[in-house]
């Protein structure tokens, strides 16, 4: 796919919508941290139920290790990998208050530094919360990318690379949103809505559908 093509999808998502952001709710940029920290092998929708209840009582890290590993895996029990993840939180709020007085660190190597935090949850959190111009590849985007031919790669890794060299500056802080979610609600992993998709007679895959 050539750079005019990339261009002009973007200027379609961006067109569609100007101002887009994560549909994880969250308050500050703790609260950011643990739901996607949450969301591995989750949905936004799951993670949302269990954070409402669980953020009125935690705003920041001090806030978790006094609600305790009990009182966490109460909240968020409906959530895959509860067990593991309440660990990781707990371990991670620890190393938080320690190491940063209770903030979030605006750093990759810090971010990747806390148990639980992977470079996909570091990219969101910088992208994010403090606006670095990073592209976190998730199972949405790798497929995205792939199908399209926007940043084709066998691995997460590859894509990410290939959409931070390939990818227009102007449109790098909001590409990983508006990825996601056009993987999300209409280039679906069994059934793509090409039909209705506003980048078809751009994208390159060659099995489109009409729904």
């Given at each position: 796919m050539n750079k005019l093509k990339r261009c002009e999808i973007f200027t379609r998502l961006r067109r569609e919508n100007p101002q887009p952001t994560t549909e994880l709710e969250y308050?500050?940029?703790?609260q950011l941290l643990v739901a996607v920290t949450l969301s591995a092998q989750a949905t936004d929708v799951g993670?949302?139920?269990a954070t409402r209840g669980l953020f009125k009582k935690v705003r920041r890290p001090q806030d978790l290790l006094k609600l305790g590993e009990a009182g966490l895996k109460s909240h968020i029990r409906t959530i895959g990998l509860f067990n593991t993840k309440a660990?990781?939180?707990?371990?991670?709020a620890k190393l938080l208050v320690e190491n940063h007085e209770g903030e979030v660190?605006?750093?990759?190597?810090?971010?990747e530094a806390l148990p639980g935090v992977g470079r996909k949850t570091a990219n969101v959190v910088l992208n994010t919360a403090f606006?670095?111009?990073t592209i976190a590849v998730d199972t949405h985007i790798f497929r995205v990318c792939n199908r399209t031919g926007i940043a084709p790669g066998k691995n997460?890794?590859?894509v990410e690379r290939r959409l931070e060299r390939c990818v227009p500056a102007e449109f790098r802080q909001n590409a990983h949103h508006w990825?996601?979610?056009h993987g999300r609600y209409t280039c679906l992993a069994r059934t793509p809505r090409c039909g209705?998709?506003?980048i078809e007679d751009l994208c390159e895959f060659r099995h489109k559908t009409e729904v």
């Open positions: 308050a500050n940029p703790y993670v949302n139920k660990r990781n939180l707990l371990a991670a660190p605006d750093s990759r190597a810090a971010l606006g670095h111009p997460v890794t590859e990825l996601i979610l209705s998709c506003i």
